[in-house]
């Protein structure tokens, strides 16, 4: 079955340092999404993104975020100057369509620990 | 801004027993409605959707929910649990023609007793 897959699983990082989550989606899907979850707290939307360019973004998602989709594979969620508060997990997803499916496919996450 | 609630966030059930885990949403427009489910390890994975029609839909697993549009609802059920149902249940709205933002519930563990 195919799948989602992210690297890392886990992260360490000084707060202050950048940060990239990697996330493989499924290779037919064209819509491609980061979540997140604090602990403790309910999963996030971030961000959405499609054709290259994000397609929504929630207000979480600001100026120290940015996702790129470098080759054919990959899709980067890359975290600028990392604080405290951005420990989390990561959750990469892919979906076939865009609109109202709800069917994403997510991957096992990122722990992203920032100290 | 839309908000989930999940009332549960944990239920402890014995092998057998039925389940009822219970969803409100607050939007007063359109929506679709999700339920999610995560095993101990894995990823997020799709248990059953309600886009629109029936407004009783059958998942995976022999797991169904209910959209009781009155009540902003949609509780999820399981006449008879088994050990393998434990896991993490998330649900999870999004407004209709609005894209795949979901807004997620706080989820519920349940954990089946053998």
């Known amino acids: 079955e195919p799948e989602v897959t992210q690297t890392p699983s886990h992260q360490v990082t000084q707060m202050g340092q950048e940060v990239i989550l990697r996330c493989v989606p499924i290779?037919?899907?064209?819509?491609f999404y980061w979540y997140r979850q604090i602990l403790g707290q309910k999963v996030e939307f971030l961000v959405s993104f499609y054709n290259n360019e994000i397609s929504e973004k929630s207000e979480i998602f600001d100026d120290q975020f940015s996702v790129e989709r470098p080759d054919g594979s990959n899709f980067t969620l890359k975290i600028r100057s990392t604080k405290l508060e951005d420990s989390a997990m990561y959750f990469c997803?892919?979906?076939?369509?865009?609109?109202?499916?709800?069917?994403?496919?997510f991957g096992e996450g990122s722990r992203l620990t920032v100290l | 801004a839309q908000s989930v609630s999940q009332h549960n966030h944990h239920v402890i059930l014995s092998e057998a027993a039925s389940l009822e885990l219970g969803c409100n949403y607050s939007?007063?427009?359109?929506?679709?409605l999700f339920w999610y489910v995560q095993y101990p390890g894995q990823h997020l994975q799709l248990l059953l959707k309600?886009?629109?029609?029936?407004?009783l839909v059958k998942g995976i697993k022999g797991f169904e929910a209910e959209f009781i549009k009155s009540k902003f609802s949609f509780n999820l059920r399981k006449p008879s649990v088994q050990w393998s149902d434990t896991a993490e249940y998330f649900c999870?709205?999004?407004?209709?023609?609005?894209?795949?933002?979901?807004?997620f519930g706080g989820g519920t563990r349940l954990m089946v007793k053998p």
């Open positions: 999870a709205v999004n407004k209709g023609n609005a894209g795949n933002m979901l807004t």
């Open positions: 939007y007063g427009g359109t929506v679709n």
């Open positions: 997803a892919s979906s076939v369509s865009g609109y109202n499916t709800g069917e994403l496919f």
């Open positions: 290779s037919n899907h064209l819509y």
């Open positions: 309600y886009f629109s029609g029936d407004p």
